[in-house]
């Protein structure tokens, strides 16, 4: 099966505008079923994809591959033909993890990574800077 949080983008974005609560109703789930699809706490069975789809206008095939299309990459500062390492789908996995369970945290180390990679926090021996650090880990 797909990964569980891909799918959870795909079926955020087949929802669009609607309430949770409408799409639960037009493919025959609860509302909170719903919310742990979208929060990759729970994956739709068979029957339920197929509904999804077709709320999509799409067969199952192409939801999936859909899905499967979330996982391509695209960064902006790299050259073309770039890819990521396996390190870096990790990494990425992790800090979309951290967003749901910890996301004041997420935050800060998106702030702490963006200013380490602009070269913003560091000082001439090569430390972050340990006010910046404290405050972004409180």
């Excluded at 079923?33 to 729970?42: H, I, L, M, Q």
């Excluded at 430390?127 to 409180?138: D, G, P, Q, S, T």
Aim: proline letters at 4%; aromatic letters at 2%; charged letters at 30%.
């Amino acid at each position: 099966m797909a990964d569980t949080y891909k799918l959870a983008k795909v079926i955020r974005s087949i929802r669009g505008s609607m309430t949770q609560k409408d799409l639960a109703r037009l493919i025959n789930v609860s509302q909170g079923t719903v919310a742990k699809y979208e929060s990759g706490k729970s994956t739709p069975k068979m029957p339920v994809m197929v509904r999804l789809a077709q709320r999509a206008g799409l067969s199952v095939e192409k939801l999936l591959a859909k899905v499967e299309s979330e996982n391509q990459v695209s960064v902006d500062d790299s050259a073309p033909g770039d890819e990521m390492t396996g390190e870096e789908i990790e990494l990425v996995k992790m800090l979309r993890k951290m967003a749901i369970t910890h996301p004041r945290q997420h935050k800060a180390l998106l702030e702490l990574a963006s200013a380490m990679a602009d070269n913003t926090c560091h000082q001439p021996d090569g430390l972050v800077e340990k006010a910046r650090l404290n405050r972004v880990l409180k």
